[in-house]
């Protein structure tokens, strides 16, 4: 009888120190993530936290305000892959005509494929979304653009990946939206 307790005990302890084990090597690889800080961006009246896993990196809009590269994915080039850009435009007409404007150019081009539109908001901002697919020189990238208008200008939060990082990478910009300050 004594046996069979002691038994008993001998594996509780040792069920105890597996999970004690296990428990710590969970630990050890959410440290990992947790070396991610939240960087801070702000130019031209836009305030945007981003994850240190991204970066600064040069727009050529002549309309840009700011734009991010998740760093992995920036090439030999010294292009990033996986982009967020923001830009601020002067509004002409009226804003919803001027961007539906924007994708009906769009779509006479075949290397442009909508995928979805519609009305979205950020914070308390009513806005339109726009995602579509790209193919330039043979590269398919897929974007997610989203609009609205403040103080009579058309800003524009974009973001682009190629198609098999888009939905890995899109809670970034998920989270830039979300978090967004415009002065």
């Keep these: 009888?004594?046996?069979?307790?002691?038994?008993?005990?001998?594996?509780?302890?040792?069920?105890i120190l597996f999970m004690v084990c296990v428990v710590s090597c969970v630990n050890a690889e959410?440290?990992?993530d947790s070396e991610i800080s939240m960087l801070t961006l702000s130019k031209g009246g836009i305030v945007m936290?981003?994850?240190?896993?991204?970066?600064?990196?040069?727009?050529?809009?002549?309309?840009?305000?700011?734009?991010?590269?998740?760093?992995?994915?920036?090439d030999s080039f010294g292009v990033g892959q996986v982009n967020i850009l923001i830009e601020k435009k002067p509004v002409e007409g009226e804003f919803y005509s001027y961007v539906n404007s924007?994708?009906?150019?769009?779509?006479?081009?075949?290397?442009?494929?909508?995928i979805s539109s519609g009305g979205v908001m950020i914070g308390t901002i009513e806005g339109v979304e726009y995602i579509y697919t790209s193919d330039q020189n043979g590269t398919v990238k897929e974007h997610k653009a989203v609009w609205f208008e403040?103080?009579?200008?058309?800003?524009?939060l974009l973001y682009s990946a190629p198609t098999d990082k888009?939905?890995?990478?899109?809670?970034v910009f998920d989270y830039i939206l979300s978090d967004?300050?415009?002065?």
């Design 30 to 32: 959410n440290s990992e």
């Design 166 to 171: 888009f939905e890995e990478n899109l809670y």
């Design 49 to 74: 936290n981003y994850p240190s896993t991204w970066g600064y990196s040069e727009a050529t809009s002549q309309y840009a305000i700011m734009a991010i590269s998740k760093l992995d994915s920036i």
């Design 102 to 114: 924007t994708y009906q150019k769009m779509q006479k081009d075949s290397s442009f494929q909508l």
């Design 150 to 156: 403040k103080g009579g200008q058309a800003y524009v």
């Design 180 to 183: 967004i300050q415009i002065a």
């Design 1 to 15: 009888m004594k046996f069979n307790v002691l038994k008993k005990s001998i594996a509780i302890i040792l069920l």
